[in-house]
C-alpha cells in the first residue's frame, strides 16, 4: 500500500514561491495518477493538479493555470508554486489514483500574506 507524507508548506508573501513535495512509500507508486488539492477555511476541497502515472499529461486548475507545475519523479511528486496569491492560502493534499483506490496525504498548510 503507498502512503502519501506533504512537506514544503508554509508562511509566504504574495506573489512569493513556495514548492509542496510529497513523498509516496511503496512499490507500485509509479502506476498512480497523482495530484493536488487545496482547502481553505469554510471552503469545501478543491481539484489543483494533476499529473499522469507517466507524467506525459498534466491538468491545472484555471486558478492556478501559469503560476503552478506539477511534476513527478520516481518517489514524489511536486507542486511548484510561483506568484502565490492570498487566495491561495490553503490546506494543500497530496492525492493518489489507481484504479479503484484513492489514496491522500495528511495535509500542508500554505499560507499567503497580502
Known amino acids: 500500500q503507498v502512503q502519501l507524507v506533504e512537506s514544503g508548506g508554509g508562511l509566504v508573501q504574495a506573489g512569493g514561491s513556495l514548492r509542496l513535495s510529497c513523498a509516496a512509500s511503496g512499490r507500485t507508486f509509479s502506476v498512480y495518477a497523482m495530484g493536488w488539492f487545496r482547502q481553505a477555511p469554510g471552503k469545501e476541497r478543491e481539484f489543483v493538479a494533476s499529473?499522469?502515472?507517466?507524467?506525459?499529461n498534466t491538468y491545472y486548475a484555471d486558478s492556478v493555470k501559469g503560476r503552478f507545475t506539477i511534476s513527478r519523479d520516481n518517489a514524489r511528486v511536486y507542486l511548484q508554486m510561483n506568484s502565490l496569491k492570498s487566495e491561495d492560502t490553503a490546506v494543500y493534499y497530496c492525492?493518489?489514483?489507481?484504479?479503484?483506490?484513492?489514496?491522500w496525504g495528511q495535509g500542508t498548510q500554505v499560507t499567503v500574506s497580502s
Open positions: 499529473i499522469s502515472w507517466s507524467g506525459g
Open positions: 492525492t493518489g489514483k489507481y484504479g479503484t483506490v484513492t489514496l
